[in-house]
């Protein structure tokens, strides 16, 4: 697996896996968006022939980061590619001056909250009806932190 700054340029790629992994999906200007705006910044992980792996975007502001969001090619999830950007999203929060890291996450994604938990994120609130999905009630989302000081660069 190879991890590459993800950059505006990437968007179309990104809105990709976004729509695998999400309904609704954003788009490729959405996710340029996300990239280009304060703060903003991305990891893009490829496989050894360089195809779209997955991705995670997040941003860091006055000490604090949050997870925007991160998705992965469902063909290749549970092979480590979320893990391996989590930890670097971490590290380019920490070198951005955060200290926290936060993000939310639907609570009937057991997978995701597996993931978050592995990575040593812990539940801190909850969104009421956080979650709008097509053709279903809204899902209530965890909201997840983890402290960036406890963890070795």
Do not use: C, K
């Amino acid at each position: 697996m190879i991890l590459d700054p993800a950059r505006p340029a990437d968007a179309a790629d990104l809105a990709v896996l976004h729509a695998a992994a999400f309904n609704p999906p954003w788009t490729a200007a959405d996710l340029a968006q996300a990239l280009g705006g304060p703060g903003g910044f991305g990891v893009l992980a490829r496989t050894a022939d360089r195809a779209a792996a997955g991705f995670i975007l997040a941003r860091a502001i006055a000490g604090e980061a949050e997870v925007l969001t991160l998705a992965v090619d469902p063909t290749l999830r549970r092979g480590g590619v979320g893990l391996a950007l989590l930890v670097a999203a971490e590290g380019l929060a920490r070198q951005n001056g955060a200290q926290a890291m936060f993000l939310e996450v639907a609570e009937d994604n057991v997978a995701a909250l597996a993931l978050y938990a592995r990575a040593g994120f812990e539940a801190v609130g909850r969104r009421r009806g956080y979650y709008r999905r097509p053709g279903a009630p809204p899902v209530d989302a965890q909201v997840l932190r983890l402290d960036l000081n406890s963890r070795r660069p």
